[in-house]
């Protein structure tokens, strides 16, 4: 039998401390999320400042509740694997320091892991038969990105946003709409009660580049639309306004992966990160696949969202692939993906 590996994943590159144990790169031995959702409520959106000491406060606390929760020791984990880009850097900083020590403490290995390539990888903790080569749609608070994923680690990135986020959209929005921060599950629900098609928003093609996103155009169209609203004295159906809003973001997301899988001729599509949990783009992109003879998996939304497994699952094949960062090892705040 072969020698089983076990990753401890350590996150905090945004208001999430979050650790986890992976059993060779595949099976999730223990998930501990400290979310700091609830205070930074209180501010309509993440404070950087109270993020890092936040996370100072939990990392420790959560870093043994998942070697516990996984009946693990240090003694009997492989290697440290840690996110050091991107994200806000203070906020990286007590993790990639929390992981440092202990790596150092322990003598084991330190892995550095790149969020984006963690969020592509929590699609292989449910779906043990996926396998690159496949096609990623990355859509988080901070990234939209197309990514072909040629190999475990090897990434090639084929578009991406031009200003906002998928995400980052969500959340402005929701906010100009007054439904708060976080701005994704709150539009995702309130969308359900409205018409999708009651506002036409636009949808923005970038010319000669047809895998890269904008959306900042789409978010002043929708303040454009409530601006105009109330200078009538026109009720705003907020519901209406939301569900228009979400299906101008599914369809370019969906038409662009499309359009990407079938000129690359690549049969697999997987989505990833926070928007990820999002349900008009799960629904959507899974009719557009079943349409075009695409196979389509996305992670539970507890993986889409920022999480420590993520982050043992890419490590694991950071770690088959040699990667070793020493103890001069930095937080990275717009690490490139793909770079080491
Ligand atoms: O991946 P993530 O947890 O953190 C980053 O790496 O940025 O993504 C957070 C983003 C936020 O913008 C949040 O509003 C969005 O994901 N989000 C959603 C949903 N759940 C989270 N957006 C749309 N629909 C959702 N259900
Ligand atoms: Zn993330």
């Known amino acids: ?84 880009g991107p994200g806000l850097v203070g906020a990286l900083l007590v993790g990639v320091a929390a992981a440092k020590a202990i790596a150092y403490a322990a003598g084991k290995p330190l892995v550095g892991v790149h969020h984006i390539e963690g969020h592509i990888c929590a699609n292989y903790i449910e779906h043990n038969e996926l396998k690159p080569p496949f096609l990623c749609t990355v859509v988080s608070g901070g990234h939209t990105h197309l990514v072909k994923v040629t190999d475990y680690g090897k990434y ?15 959340d402005k929005v929701a906010r100009a709409i007054g439904l708060g ?43 454009n639309y409530m601006n105009q609203c109330k200078m009538r004295g026109e009720e ?37 990160g926070g928007v990820a949990s999002n349900s008009a783009l799960r629904a959507g992109m899974a009719a557009a696949c079943e349409e075009n003879g695409l196979n389509l998996c996305y992670p539970s939304p507890i993986y889409c969202t920022d999480n420590g497994v993520m ?3 890419a490590g694991y094949y950071e770690y088959l692939a040699g990667t070793r960062h020493g103890l001069d090892l930095n937080a990275v705040p717009n690490l490139k993906l793909g770079e080491r």
């Open 1 to 84: 039998m072969e020698k089983e590996i076990y990753i401890l994943g350590i996150e905090s590159s945004c208001d999430e401390t979050a650790a986890a144990v992976v059993k060779n790169g595949r099976e999730v031995c223990s998930n501990v999320i400290a979310s700091q959702i609830d205070i930074h409520t209180l501010y309509g959106g993440v404070v950087p400042e109270i993020a890092s000491r936040n996370h100072i406060e939990k990392v420790n606390q959560v870093i043994n509740q998942a070697l516990a929760d996984a009946g693990k020791t240090l003694e009997e984990i492989d290697a440290i694997a840690v996110t050091y």
């Open 236 to 272: 705003v159906v907020i519901e209406d306004v939301a569900a228009s809003f979400q299906k101008a973001v599914v369809d370019v997301l969906v038409e662009r992966t499309v359009l990407a899988a079938k000129n690359l001729g690549i049969h697999q599509v997987a989505l990833a």
């Open 156 to 170: 090639e990135i084929l578009g991406r946003t031009r200003d906002d986020a998928a995400g980052e959209a969500f």
């Open 181 to 223: 921060y976080p701005g994704g599950p709150k539009i995702d629900r309130v969308a359900k009660e409205g018409n999708p098609d009651a506002i036409a928003f636009p949808r923005a093609h970038i010319e000669d580049a047809p895998y890269d996103f904008s959306f900042s155009g789409l978010k002043s169209a929708v303040l």
């Open 311 to 313: 982050i043992g699952v």
